[in-house]
C-alpha cells in the first residue's frame, strides 16, 4: 500500500522513454532498407520484403507521433 506522501502510478509510468531516439532509429531503419533496393540482386521478393517492413516501421511511427500528439500517450 502506497504511503500518503507517495503517488500511485502504474508500472509504465516509471519507465523512461525517449521519443527522439527511437523516431532516429526508426528513420535510419526506413533509410537502410530503402537503400538495399538498390543492391545486386535479381529478383523483386526482397524487394517487397524490405518495402513492407519499411512501410510497417513508417506506419508504427506516425502511429506513435498521432497519439502522442493527441495526448492519448506520454
Given amino acids: 500500500m502506497a504511503g500518503h506522501d507517495e503517488p500511485v502510478t502504474s508500472p509504465d509510468q516509471r519507465k523512461p522513454t525517449n521519443r527522439k531516439v527511437t523516431y532516429t532509429v526508426g528513420i535510419a531503419a526506413i533509410i537502410t532498407m530503402l537503400a538495399y533496393l538498390f543492391g545486386n540482386h535479381q529478383g523483386a521478393v ?3 520484403w524490405l518495402i513492407g517492413f519499411a512501410v510497417v516501421i513508417a ?3 506516425i502511429a506513435d ?3 502522442v500528439r493527441n495526448g ?3
Avoid: I
Wanted: aromatic content about 8%; cysteine-free; charged content about 35%.
Fill in 72 to 74: 492519448l500517450r506520454e
Fill in 59 to 61: 506506419l508504427g511511427l
Fill in 65 to 67: 507521433w498521432v497519439l
Fill in 46 to 48: 526482397e524487394d517487397l
